[in-house]
């Protein structure tokens, strides 16, 4: 049982660069997020994804962008990394019948230099 | 998130003893979710609380919903090094039933 899983775990770039992490859910659970965690700030909502192709923004979306054209992949583009995006990300998943019990992935470690 | 605190930010405590952890909403709480992350590592779930005055308990570990106060407590009985970690509480303060907002943590250390 795989449940979701995060791809790369960590990951170093440079500012202005693009990249993307990568998450995986194997539940088929309707809906997905990414948050982003950091030290002060606790965990905060970047994207949420209600189905296939339907996206929403969260509490810090700018400069990050989302797509789901599966149900069960949900990719976070940033499209020109800044060095405030130096962060652990974290994949979460729900399924739509089980209240707000969200399931997280493990994290990606992203550093912008 | 300002919208819940976490209290204390951080405890240390010997082990053997009892703690407790509070999470307190400005907002009307429509559920309150306690998970536990260690170093490195993702979020774990560990209860989910709905109703006013509902508690649960798993192993040693027991929450408690007050939602008068719009407050949870996570209370750690005969603590053990395993305890060890950040515990954060998640809550639906928007009553969309679709996504959780976060307090800021509580970082648990447990000494031998």
């Known amino acids: 049982d795989a449940g979701i899983t995060q791809s790369p775990r960590y990951k170093i770039t440079e500012t202005g660069r693009q990249v993307t992490l990568m998450c995986h859910q194997t539940?088929?659970?309707?809906?997905m997020f990414w948050y982003r965690q950091d030290l002060g700030h606790g965990l905060r909502l970047i994207y949420y994804?209600?189905?296939?192709?339907?996206?929403d923004k969260g509490e810090v979306p700018d400069g990050y962008v989302v797509s789901r054209s599966k149900t069960e992949n949900f990719p976070l583009t940033l499209e020109s990394a800044t060095r405030s995006q130096t962060s652990v990300y974290f994949c979460?998943?729900?399924?739509?019948?089980?209240?707000?019990?969200?399931?997280f992935g493990e994290g990606s470690w992203l550093t912008v230099v | 998130s300002q919208e819940l605190e976490q209290s204390p930010q951080s405890l240390i405590v010997q082990e053997g003893k009892n703690l407790t952890i509070n999470c307190t909403s400005s907002?009307?709480?429509?559920?309150l979710y306690w998970y536990k992350q260690k170093y490195g590592e993702g979020l774990i779930f560990l209860m989910m609380?709905?109703?006013?005055?509902e508690e649960k308990s798993h192993e040693k570990i027991t929450a408690k919903l007050d939602e008068k106060k719009q407050q949870s407590s996570l209370h750690i009985t005969a603590s053990q090094p395993s305890h060890a970690g950040i515990y954060l509480c998640?809550?639906?303060?928007?009553?969309?039933?679709?996504?959780?907002?976060f307090g800021g943590g509580t970082r648990l250390m447990v000494k031998p």
């Open positions: 539940w088929s659970h309707s809906y």
């Open positions: 994804s209600a189905a296939a192709d339907i996206t």
């Open positions: 907002k009307t709480l429509y559920g």
């Open positions: 609380l709905q109703k006013g005055g």
């Open positions: 979460a998943s729900k399924a739509s019948f089980s209240g707000n019990t969200i399931y």
């Open positions: 998640g809550a639906d303060i928007t009553n969309a039933g679709n996504m959780l907002t």
